[in-house]
DNA sequence: TATTATATGTAGCCTTCGCTACACATGTTG
DNA sequence: CAACATGTGTAGCGAAGGCTACATATAATA
């Protein structure tokens, strides 16, 4: 039983198929590394919403919002420094680079819109911000614009 | 400037701005906990593909199809094995437990209909194919629903 | 101002998912 | 069956994101 029709004999090993397996695992990768980005991403946001409602973002507060401890939001703001989306100075509260600001209203526009699309579709208003948390980290422009244009569509009829 | 609203100070304390903020954390660590089943279930998934269309899942192939090496994928499934979602026995190729096969089976599911709905909206094959694979570990029993129901929208009509 | 509450920082631990390098088992083929 | 190709396993590394415990700094207040 279980007869190997796999690796080493070349049978399911056509072109076609070859190519159909490299398009699976490209896509695998990309949606890997997009979690990388993904941390940055709520970061940020978050950061850029304690500024505009506090003037200020400080460690505690991301921390509350994202549901961490503060030991684990200063080690991430860390290696945000590092990659210039966040600036900090000690015993003082974080600051987005002009990078991180950016990065951080695409996030937000992109969320929104997500949000928006969600509802949009019927969804409850609870799941639609639950769901938009993880979605929006994985809506590549293309489906991002197909968002948009739907909700366009709901509201122009 | 940067005056101080936040932490020590009650002002942006309110239960109501409290409910909201802890709201937030609460999709943030739910997103974070989904990330942990997204390796799991993209590996069942991967290893129902192939039992199906090879008769059995040896770690090359998934590897192949997930972009990794066989190291990765031959620790990855020693972690599935602890959590009773695939068999192996040494130099032999992967088997799914019975739970394995049904988080197999609702992962391919929803992957499914992740993939109609956005064709369905008119995103390209390509760009479906490639956000669906991150979008369906965050979609809730509520979304998918709402996903479905659209397809159905669009072809009954 | 002294005390207390809150915020920040640091040390050190764990887990997961990646990798390379190399050893060993199994399958294929001359 | 011997040689070679392919698959599997293991050792050991790194980066990330979590955590607790504890030290230090800053802010609020008695
Ligand atoms: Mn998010
Ligand atoms: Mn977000
Ligand atoms: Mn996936
Ligand atoms: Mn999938």
Redesign the pocket.
């Known amino acids: 039983m279980a007869r190997?029709i796999?690796?080493?004999?070349p049978e399911s090993r056509n072109t076609t198929d070859g190519r159909r397996v490299e398009q699976q695992a490209e896509n695998h990768r990309r949606t890997?590394k997009a979690h990388?980005s993904e941390?940055?991403e709520d970061y940020v946001e978050v950061i850029a919403e304690l500024i505009d409602s506090n003037g200020e973002a400080?460690?505690?507060?991301i921390?509350r919002r994202?549901?961490?401890?503060?030991?684990?939001v200063?080690?991430?703001?860390a290696?945000l420094v590092?990659e210039d989306l966040v600036s900090?100075?000690?015993?003082?509260?974080i600051f987005l680079t002009d990078a991180g600001r950016q990065l951080a209203e695409k996030a937000r526009h992109r969320h929104q819109i997500v949000v928006r699309f969600l509802k949009s579709l019927g969804v409850s208003d609870a799941a639609a911000n639950a769901d938009a948390e993880g979605i929006e980290h994985h809506v590549s422009a293309e489906t991002l614009q197909a968002f948009e244009q739907y909700c366009r569509r709901m509201n122009h009829e």
Chains 1, 2 share one sequence.
């Not at 994202?66 to 684990?72: A, D, E």
């Not at 200063?74 to 703001?77: F, H, L, N």
């Open positions: 190997r796999s690796p080493q004999n890997r990388l941390i940055a400080r460690a505690v507060d921390a994202l549901g961490v401890t503060h030991v684990t200063v080690k991430t703001i290696r590092r900090t100075k000690p015993y003082r509260s």
